[in-house]
């Protein structure tokens, strides 16, 4: 190779180099803007909550004030408590996605069960609103984290109820080919498609103010589909304006983790 030759080569190999180095840190800089706003909309989340509470302890320190006015404040104490509690207790579980193996613990569970216990938390929220919360109750075994799939179907059915005045709410399961099929469905509001392909990042909400009026976090959906892909499942939706929405997924039956695993024994 003559020496013109090797000036080529080498000036190749810079270019690449260089290359390479410009995307490695325009990827860099893409993950530092997701970061920053992820903390800007933490921050954001936090700030207004906090805003109310400084506000009503402001009021309750009134003197003279009647005991309806009392009341009325610190029941707005008491739930914007909750909507930082809600925010903190999504925010552990999406920081566990990417660090806690153990994330999922995957057992034999009756959906039933789960089913019912969610239920039992929500009657009250949805009749107190003219909803009819109906559920299938007969048994079906999954083989899934049972705490999980719990937290999966709270955040589904407390949507469900936010987004939907009067009408019902039906929480449905069925066994296809070795996978269940488990489906929360709504008369609500509806979703409008244009919104579908986000609708589970992170704070992404279709009305910021109206889901923060409601006690969202705007993390609820992004936990779902966390919760799912540890589950090798994915969150589905179907929804239409004005008449309501259906987010389902499938989980693995238990009858086809057990065959499984008669066909392929583990190494003791
Ligand atoms: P949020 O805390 O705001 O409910 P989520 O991540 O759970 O956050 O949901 C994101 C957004 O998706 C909501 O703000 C709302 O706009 C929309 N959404 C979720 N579930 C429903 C539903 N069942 N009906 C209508 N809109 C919904």
């Given at each position: 190779?003559?020496?013109?030759?090797?000036?080529?080569?080498?000036?190749?190999?810079?270019?690449?180099?260089?290359?390479?180095?410009?995307?490695?840190?325009?990827?860099?800089?893409?993950?530092?803007?997701?970061?920053?706003?992820?903390?800007?909309?933490?921050?954001?989340?936090?700030?207004?909550?906090?805003?109310?509470?400084?506000?009503?302890?402001?009021?309750?320190?009134?003197?003279?004030?009647?005991?309806?006015?009392?009341?009325?404040?610190?029941?707005?104490?008491?739930?914007?408590?909750?909507?930082?509690?809600?925010?903190?207790?999504?925010?552990?579980?999406?920081?566990?996605?990417?660090?806690?193996?153990?994330?999922?613990?995957?057992?034999?569970?009756?959906?039933?069960?789960?089913?019912?216990?969610?239920?039992?938390?929500?009657?009250?929220?949805?009749?107190?609103?003219?909803?009819?919360?109906?559920?299938?109750?007969?048994?079906?075994?999954?083989?899934?984290?049972?705490?999980?799939?719990?937290?999966?179907?709270?955040?589904?059915?407390?949507?469900?109820?936010?987004?939907?005045?009067?009408?019902?709410?039906?929480?449905?399961?069925?066994?296809?080919?070795?996978?269940?099929?488990?489906?929360?469905?709504?008369?609500?509001?509806?979703?409008?498609?244009?919104h579908w392909g986000r609708l589970f990042?992170?704070?992404?909400?279709?009305?910021?103010?109206?889901?923060?009026?409601?006690?969202?976090?705007?993390?609820?959906?992004s936990v779902v589909k966390g919760i799912?892909?540890?589950?090798?499942?994915?969150?589905?939706?179907?929804?239409?304006?004005?008449?309501?929405?259906?987010?389902?997924?499938?989980?693995?039956?238990?009858?086809?983790?057990?065959?499984?695993?008669?066909?392929?024994?583990?190494?003791?």
């Amino acid at each position: 190779m003559n020496r013109s030759d090797e000036i080529g080569t080498l000036a190749a190999s810079v270019n690449e180099m260089a290359q390479k180095l410009r995307s490695d840190y325009q990827q860099l800089q893409a993950l530092n803007e997701k970061q920053r706003q992820f903390f800007a909309d933490i921050t954001h989340e936090v700030r207004n909550p906090l805003h109310t509470i400084m506000g009503s302890l402001e009021m309750l320190e009134l003197p003279g004030l009647d005991e309806e006015k009392r009341r009325k404040y610190v029941r707005n104490l008491r739930s914007q408590a909750e909507r930082i509690g809600r925010l903190f207790k999504d925010l552990m579980t999406l920081q566990r996605f990417d660090s806690d193996e153990k994330f999922v613990i995957p057992g034999h569970a009756d959906l039933a069960d789960i089913v019912q216990d969610v239920v039992d938390w929500y009657q009250y929220s949805a009749r107190s609103k003219g909803i009819s919360l109906e559920y299938d109750t007969h048994s079906c075994m999954v083989y899934a984290d049972p705490g999980k799939i719990e937290q999966v179907l709270e955040n589904l059915i407390s949507n469900a109820i936010k987004f939907t005045n009067e009408g019902t709410i039906s929480v449905t399961y069925s066994r296809n080919n070795g996978l269940v099929e488990v489906s929360v469905s709504d008369t609500g509001i509806g979703i409008p498609e244009a919104h579908w392909g986000r609708l589970f990042d992170r704070f992404y909400r279709t009305d910021k103010a109206r889901s923060r009026d409601k006690g969202g976090t705007g993390l609820g959906l992004s936990v779902v589909k966390g919760i799912l892909k540890a589950h090798d499942s994915d969150i589905q939706l179907e929804s239409e304006v004005g008449k309501g929405s259906r987010f389902f997924f499938v989980l693995k039956s238990s009858e086809s983790v057990q065959m499984k695993n008669r066909e392929t024994p583990q190494d003791t």
